[in-house]
């Protein structure tokens, strides 16, 4: 007889919110969950029945961990690719399998995978020297994104002249030209062993411009039916072209003709779909369970109108964390808190989200940017 879901251990390489928000949808289902991370005070450390501290990177440490596991999963790409694949070839199951890690992990050959499968991007240039970047074919200015490593804003940087290549990143690179775009929006596949797709529907994402970090998720789009559908059909084409098991948050750009560019694919639960939690009749964690289990995947449809707000740490404050202006905003009707369990703050650190579920709009964006000027978190 097979076994049961509540009879198997997963596996959670990395230990932050979006393995502690795994975790608690996964209690729903009895799941046993072991996590590693290098941090000794992840937010996973608390809810998961095993929490070991250890680098995520590290071969040995990653596939002695895995062996403990029936199935592994990830909250960050970051992670060993050579220890999943060896416990791939000892029959462990990794979701998302580590060949589709491995090439998000690079963002050049992302983009190149774009290119092969027709997926429409913003024309790009991989580059690997500050001189190549002296002789590329693009004009200023352009976008200078690292190939590896970056993340939440990092690792991306407006080339605006010659004289800014001085202070270029020192390594592999690509260039990107700069989309004259109107909005950024985003699209959650999720895809299970079967082949079974579903998709969340399509969110407006509003960035946060001196962090480059997402500050406001407003879903559902009100853009046209048209242009939604051709979204879906993108993100879906993606994930059936990687054979993807798992989730897969597809971020694109869309231009002021009505264009849609992919720029980047996280293989797992996203920044762009905590608003499910409360405003889908599945949320993402739950998808993303249902899918690597080989479930039957969840109702996506929206509840209401919900608007996400990212709670970041306050510029000058580094320290024990404390929420000023919490009592305030719980108040409110239709507002949902979510802390990461994280200690210390820090400048720009996500420290939690809140969602604000209305059937109204734009009385949820207007909640939402009260609590954007009332909630902070200082130290």
Known sequence: MAKQISDLKLGILGGGQLGRMMIQEAINYN????????????PCKHLANYFQCGSITDFDTVYNFGKKADIITIEIEKVNIEALEQLEKEGKQVFPQSRVIRLIQDKGVQKQFFKENN??????????????????RFDFPYILKQRK???????VMRINEVADIDQAFDAPCLIEELVDFEKEIAIIVARNPKGDMKTFPMVEMEFNAEANLVEFLISPSTYPEELQNRAEVIAKNIASSLNITGLLAVEMFVTKNGDLLVNELAPRPHNSGHQTIEGN??????????????????????INHA??????????????AKYQGLEK????E??????????????F?????????????????QKANYIKNTLKVIS
Request: aromatic share 6%.
């Open 329 to 332: 905003i719980m108040a409110i």
């Open 281 to 302: 009749r599945v949320s993402q964690f739950a998808q993303h369970l249902r899918a690597i289990f080989n479930l039957p995947l969840g109702d996506t449809s929206t």
């Open 31 to 42: 799941l046993t969950t072991l996590v590693l991370d290098p941090d000794t005070d992840a």
């Open 149 to 155: 490593d970056g993340y939440d804003g990092k690792g």
């Open 349 to 365: 650190r996500k420290m939690g989200h809140i969602t604000v579920v209305d059937q109204n709009r734009d009385g949820a964006i």
């Open 307 to 320: 608007v996400m707000i990212n709670l970041l740490g306050e510029k000058n404050h580094n320290g024990v």
């Open 334 to 347: 239709g507002v949902y808190v979510h802390l990461y369990g994280k200690k210390y703050t820090k400048p």
């Open 119 to 136: 997926i429409p991007t913003a024309p790009f240039q991989l580059v690997n020297t500050k001189e190549d970047m002296l002789n590329s």
